[in-house]
């Protein structure tokens, strides 16, 4: 267990990942909880970071900032896509080791997996064979993480750990059109389009890709869970990540019909086939953690109307 009176530093807190586990520490009381906007902490920057921690006694540090965004960021900045996140996580995780934080978290992503990787995808499937292009630069930043990780408890004994999140959605997603997922898009796009009283709305690719989405709540009190983990069962030195996901995938066309009845858009829906849309399937294996106990608690229809309505009071 991690104790009430530890200080806690949440990285990227401000984010959909970063807040939401801020509610859940809140929920849990604990109350040296440590947070930094980017203006008072630029984390590309090493002499600030390890001001930063050398300023601070820090217990526990959970990573959840990063440069995050869609298909279309992706392709559009990969340059800061790689440097940005592995600027980030290498100063983070070193200054974590230089100044004796007890235990660390590295949030990663889905799309470390290979483009064709088994389906539903294991931890195993790390490596074993070529990235997403269009979101390669990103992916590899994350790799680089888990195994940043890996190495320090390797060396020097450390207990960092790493999550493998599948897609995530709910309060404080980015709903810009021009750099966000999926989900925040098409809410987006569906309450627009009902607005303006359009005809139709306009969607990425064939509709025929298939994704699995977990509401952000439930990956807060996941997050929560491994930290928590005893160190016998966190055990594997190089296979240290952990899937967290529903186990469950769905079409990006069942997907904008889900959403374009939690928004009451009555027009039709349009897919526009010359846009790219990813891997054809992207589904995690989570067995290893629902072995250990966990299961998220929101069902999806649930989660969308939250997070819509969260759309709703904040834009």
């Not at 207990?159 to 925040?184: A, C, Q």
């Not at 849309?277 to 929101?298: A, I, V």
Request: proline share 4%; hydrophobic share 40%.
């Amino acid at each position: 267990m991690i104790p009430k009176n530890s200080t806690i530093y949440i990285a990227g807190h401000r984010g959909m990942v970063g807040s939401a586990l801020l509610r859940k520490l809140d929920a849990q009381a604990y109350q040296n909880i440590i947070t930094q906007t980017h203006s008072q902490l630029d984390l590309t920057r090493q002499a600030d970071v390890d001001n930063f921690f050398q300023s601070n006694q820090i217990d526990y540090m959970i990573i959840a900032a990063a440069k995050v965004g869609g298909i279309h960021a992706n392709n559009t900045y990969p340059a800061e896509f790689i440097y940005h996140n592995l600027m980030i996580e290498a100063n983070l995780i070193n200054a974590a080791y230089q100044n004796g934080v007890e235990g660390l978290l590295f949030l990663g992503s889905s799309c470390i997996y290979p483009k064709f990787a088994t389906q539903p995808m294991a931890e195993s499937e790390l490596l074993t064979g070529s990235l997403e292009p269009t979101n390669e630069p990103y992916a590899i930043a994350k790799i680089a993480g888990i195994k940043l990780c890996e190495s320090y408890n390797r060396q020097y004994g450390t207990n960092y750990r790493s999550v493998m999140p599948t897609n995530l959605y709910g309060p404080n997603d980015n709903f810009n059109l021009e750099n966000s997922h999926v989900i925040p898009a098409l809410i987006r796009k569906f309450h627009e389009a009902k607005l303006n009283k359009a005809p139709s709305v306009s969607i990425w690719g064939s509709g025929n890709v298939r994704r699995e989405f977990l509401y952000v709540d439930d990956m807060a009190e996941a997050c929560f869970y491994v930290m928590q983990l005893d160190d016998a069962i966190y055990s594997d030195l190089m296979l240290s990540h952990l899937n967290i996901g529903t186990g469950v995938d769905i079409s990006i066309c069942e997907l904008a019909e889900l959403i374009k009845t939690v928004v009451e858009f009555d027009g039709e829906i349009v897919f526009d086939v010359s846009k790219p849309e990813g891997p054809p399937r992207k589904l995690l294996d989570t067995k290893r953690l629902t072995s250990l106990g966990w299961q998220p608690k929101f069902s999806f229809k649930n989660g969308l109307a939250a997070t819509y309505q969260w759309y709703l009071e904040n834009y």
